[in-house]
């Protein structure tokens, strides 16, 4: 992930404006880049739109003794158990228990650390019932990127404290694409060795991740990306 202002910073180095000081010091500069960079996220999310590995983010969950429901806002790809200490375990999807079952609470064997999930009504089911506090780090496909102050999630970047919930080499692009589109209306000569060096970069992007899906399928790695069997391309 990278702090909006991180990439502000890097993109005002490349196009010659000042750096980020305060909202205030240079009001319209600053809505100009944040502008900026918002429409090159939501150039490149319509770009990558249905490649397989790049538009995710990773939430974390506290478990609540006794509750077994969590709300999701993607297709799932990894859930894994956060250990005490500080190891990872993947929990695997469920496939053959019943959604419909209503599980005993009051009964020992309905209760413990998560074992598995599944995906009930856009909530996300764990097996068993946690009893206790668990931490999950939970991988979900998504085009919203950009994360708020108020803890909600949004497409769109607006504040210079906003993140972008990504990897390092997607925040890369979406500084190039922000340089390319601010040259191109500056009328800046360097408009199209920017725009060339984004388009670059984006094939190797696509070309490495549709490689690295390629190999999970090769093993069997069932739904993974944005493709949902029963719903299409995630909307």
């Known amino acids: 992930m990278m702090i909006v202002e991180e990439a502000y910073n890097r993109l005002a180095t490349i196009t010659g404006f000042p750096l980020y000081v ?5 009001p319209e500069t600053v809505r100009f ?4 960079l918002s429409e090159a996220l939501r150039s490149l999310i319509s770009k990558l739109y249905i490649a397989n590995n790049v538009l995710e983010r990773t939430d974390t ?10 709300a999701v806002s993607g297709i799932i ?7 005490h200490n500080g190891s990872v375990r993947d929990i695997p ?14 009964k020992a064997e309905n209760n413990g650390a998560p074992l598995s999930y599944v995906i009930e009504k856009g909530y996300l089911r764990l097996l068993p019932i946690p009893n206790g506090i668990y931490t999950l780090k939970v991988t979900q496909s998504t085009t919203d990127l950009v ?3 108020n ?20 925040c890369n692009l979406v500084i190039l694409n922000a340089a390319a589109l601010i040259f191109a209306r500056c009328r800046n000569e360097n408009a199209q060795i920017y725009a060339n060096l984004f388009r670059e970069s984006l094939d190797r992007y696509i070309e490495e991740d549709y490689g690295s899906m390629q190999a999970i399928r090769g093993f069997g790695g069932g739904r993974a990306g944005h493709y949902d069997s029963e ?3 995630l909307g």
């Open 93 to 106: 999807y469920n496939n053959v228990f019943d959604k419909n079952t209503v599980l005993d609470k009051s």
């Open 22 to 26: 305060n909202d205030t010091d240079t």
């Open 147 to 149: 994360w708020k102050n």
């Open 61 to 70: 969950i506290k478990t609540k003794v006794g509750e077994e429901k969590y």
């Open 33 to 36: 880049l944040l502008e900026n």
């Open 77 to 83: 790809k990894k859930v894994q158990l956060i250990l």
């Open 231 to 233: 719903g299409g391309l």
């Open 151 to 170: 803890d909600i999630s949004s497409t769109v970047i607006d504040n210079i404290r906003d993140t972008i919930m990504a990897d390092q080499r997607f």
